[in-house]
Structures are given as C-alpha cells and as structure tokens.
C-alpha cells in the first residue's frame, strides 16, 4: 500500500471524492467519532473521509503500474537514393508544371494593370 504522502493530488482528490459519497450514502464509518466533533464539522461527509483518511484506515488503494522497459524503439528510415541528376529533372517537371497552371489561370502582365489610385482621381469635366 502507498504512504499518504505519495498520493498525487489527483489521487487524493478521488479516493475522498469516492468515499465522501459512500458516507453521503449512510456508509457506516469506518473510525468512532464522537457526536460532538461530528457536530462541529456539521456532519460534512468529506472532512469525516479526510478524517478517515488521515487516519490510515480506509480500504481504498491505488494501483500504480509502472511501464516496463522493453528496449527502446528503433525508427529505421529508408532513405530515396536519387542523383543530383534525378534532383534537377523532377524541379525542371515542377516548374514546367507551375507555368502551365499560369498558361490556364493567364498570368498578370504590368503593362495590363491599371493603378487604382490614377483611376480614381481623374478630373472629370
């Protein structure tokens, strides 16, 4: 069984919270307290299992399984062999292929344009 002060405060939070419940539920308690301490506490189902707690009693657990090692993981990259030549060839058919998609989409030419700001500000009589 794990020490108190090994719990993480998760841990700690769910084994109150889950016996909390059961005493909320008429669990009977585990530990004898007296009507007046119960009284003071104004019968709070979580300070009783935190009492219960603190008092190393209750028969609640935590089971922490621990991975095993099982030597570590190995990525094995197949690397392309490809020439310098094979390089220059698929970036030559790259770019072949991004001036057809401009030949379709028709590209801007400077001289086309129209700057927008001498459009607007023409004196019109």
């Known amino acids: 069984m794990i020490k108190q002060e090994e719990y993480s405060k998760y ?3 769910r084994i109150l919270g889950a ?3 059961q ?4 669990a009977p308690l585990l530990i004898k307290i007296k009507e007046e301490d119960l009284e003071k506490i104004n019968y709070n189902a979580l300070k009783i299992a935190e ?3 603190n008092s190393k009693i209750l028969p609640i657990s935590i089971h922490k399984p621990f991975p095993s090692k ?3 993981l190995k990525i094995i990259r197949k690397e392309s062999k490809t020439t310098d030549e094979e390089k220059e060839r698929l970036e030559i058919k790259e770019e072949e292929e991004i001036a057809k998609g401009g030949e379709i989409m028709e590209l801007a030419i400077p001289e ?3 700057d927008e700001s ?3 500000s023409g004196d019109e009589e």
């Open 51 to 53: 009492i219960e707690l």
């Open 19 to 21: 016996r909390a419940l």
């Open 112 to 114: 086309d344009e129209i």
């Open 23 to 26: 005493i909320a539920m008429n």
């Open 70 to 72: 099982k030597g570590e």
């Open 11 to 13: 841990e700690m939070t």
């Open 118 to 120: 001498e459009e607007g």
